[in-house]
């Protein structure tokens, strides 16, 4: 069964960081998986935060995210992280992590994250 888990979110002051991390799992071929992260506001449509190629040497941001944000992923341990420094009350939001290859297509369940002092 393939599962994506997120972990490493919670509370934190603005101006702090955190990294969050989504582990793998059921999967026959991680390395050959895009994987991004997204986040959805209360109210709001879920949005792109940042992804990654499935050999890990491209990246995308979205431009609200550039030079506070990094994705980066350990294939060996299958797993997708996400350091987030400088957070805003604006970040506030629970994040997503999704695997796509072709036409599979999977979510994890979420992990909040909020920015508030």
């Known amino acids: 069964q393939v599962q994506l888990v997120e972990s490493g979110g919670g509370l934190v002051q603005p101006g702090g960081s955190l990294r969050l991390s989504c582990a793998a799992s059921?999967?026959?071929?991680?390395?050959?998986?895009?994987m991004s992260w997204y986040r959805q506001a209360p109210g709001m449509e879920r949005e792109l935060v940042a992804a990654i190629a499935s050999a890990g040497g491209s990246t995308h941001y979205a431009d609200s995210m550039k030079g506070r944000f990094t994705i980066s992923r350990d294939n060996a341990k299958k797993t997708v992280y996400l350091q987030m420094n400088s957070l805003k009350p604006e970040d506030t939001a629970v994040y997503y992590c999704?695997?796509?290859?072709?036409?599979?297509?999977?979510w994890g369940q979420g992990t909040q994250v909020t920015v508030s002092s």
């Open positions: 059921g999967f026959t071929s991680f390395s050959s998986y895009a």
């Open positions: 999704n695997a796509v290859r072709f036409r599979m297509d999977y």
